[in-house]
């Protein structure tokens, strides 16, 4: 953004808030039901561990219909559909009476609701702009999640066609510096985060969210710890806000975190793979959209830098990356991708050779560690044969493939009974594979800028990520997506589970 964009934002005026309601006759007895639901569960199951996966299954119905554009009928899948119904089935069989008391108006109402063809808060969105719209008007619109091309383009055909409409996610509204005559949120100030309670980037807001929650804003004081004398705060400075709006529902249930759903996916991980040596050292990177992936801690991460007019793509450590950096991935497992383009364009007719003798050590060692445990290893290691680098950790990511040439290597061989000769032949291999991945990384990075250009951060700035299928690397799909969160905290992960996008819907 230019200079001017940056002056704007201080010089926009006056701001004024308001909150809107859109009715919903039909969402409120499911909204109601739900909330009846929660509080027998509470009350008179004792928080029933089976029940509080119903409940969690029925939060997601709920968010999904009412942060929707599309006609209600469309929003609910197929395949999700039927798992909440076998859910109702099950409580009727499991809880009788739960069923006939709560259980079975929450299904008379999904069921009336996911056949309707309409969807009041699309209604009142195209609405609410078309009032609005004279020639020149700059229009944003927010949403938490992006915008499907389908809700874009219902909206697109029902809006005037001289409006100049900008589409945002939170976060990209969150980093642009761009000013609007009208802001528009489809969601209540507290579905988004604090961002929007104090950074006004138009001379309207406007928060439109069902009348099945409350709509407001309280201004609070950012420096309220602080001694008052001398203090003067500007932030709510020429802002004036709406009659916030009470709910007309008795729900009280709020979108369960994405840091929730990855913490109860982090425990099913470790039921599955227990302390498995082959599992990976990683950190959970928080992506758009309610989604996340593990990136190994020790790895390269290749970023898309978009306004860089050359060398857009580059190859950096996983410590150098940053909250708010675009990643490129391939969608199949992106790590396998620099081995393959090694082995192919650097390796070649070597690659075959130098890849047996890479397995055949990494499994004397696997073997070893299967045998004795990991805390054995690490110690026999150290004590006996002087690594000073074999912590239980170490160990564990030299079983991986992706551990090529580990510093100590020589010692380590010797230690698996390898003769000095044998020991030099793998050293040198190992050696070779490694500079052979570091090239693989510049060729993917390559041949990547030949396909992208920096047209695409339209998409980005909407939807947070952007697909593509590569002509250079046989129609395989890559992702850009941007980060929004990095977590450093330490999870052993399987190999097959990192650097893959992942989603709690």
Known sequence: ???????????????????????????????????????????????????????????????????????????????????????????????PELFKNVVIRIAKAFKQVIEGTNNHLYDYLCDHVNSKAVPGLKIAIVTKRSISIEEKLIISNELKSF???????ENSFRKDIETFDEVIYVGNAQYFGEYVKNTFKGKTITFISYDIFTNFIVPKGVFEDIDKNGLYNTIFEKITFGKPIEKKSKINIEEESLTLAVNKLLEEHKKVQGNSQVAIEACIVYLENNRFLFAPRDSRIRVFIPHEKSNFVKQINFKEVEEDDYIV???????????????????????????????????????????????????????????????IVSVRSWCNEESICPTELPKLLKALKYDEDQIQEIFNTMKEIQHAHRKAGRIISEKLMSELSNNIF????????????????????????????INQSRHLIAPYNLMKPMSID
């Open 329 to 391: 991935i391939r969608n199949d497992r992106d790590i396998k991708l620099i081995a393959e383009v090694a082995d192919q364009d650097v390796l070649k007719t070597n690659a075959k050779k130098y890849r047996t003798l890479q397995n055949e050590w990494k499994d004397k060692l696997r073997f070893n560690v299967q045998k004795k445990g990991l805390q054995r290893v690490s110690r026999i290691l150290m004590n006996k044969y002087h690594l000073k680098t074999a912590s």
């Open 1 to 95: 953004m230019s200079f001017n964009n940056l002056l704007d934002l201080y010089n926009i005026g006056g701001s004024v808030v308001l909150f809107k309601h859109v009715k919903s006759r039909e969402l409120i007895p499911l909204a109601d039901n739900i909330e009846k639901f929660r509080l027998e569960t509470q009350n008179r199951y004792d928080n029933d561990e089976h029940l509080l996966e119903v409940l969690g299954l029925l939060r997601r119905v709920l968010f999904k219909l009412t942060s929707s554009l599309l006609p209600y009928n469309k929003v609910i899948k197929k395949d999700f559909e039927e798992e909440v119904l076998a859910k109702f089935f099950q409580i009727k069989n499991a809880y």
């Open 458 to 485: 339209k998409e980005l700035q909407e939807k947070g990520f952007y697909t593509f299928e590569s002509k250079e690397f046989n129609g395989a799909s890559f992702n850009i997506e941007r980060i929004v969160l």
């Open 163 to 169: 409006l100049r409409i900008s589409y945002y996610t």
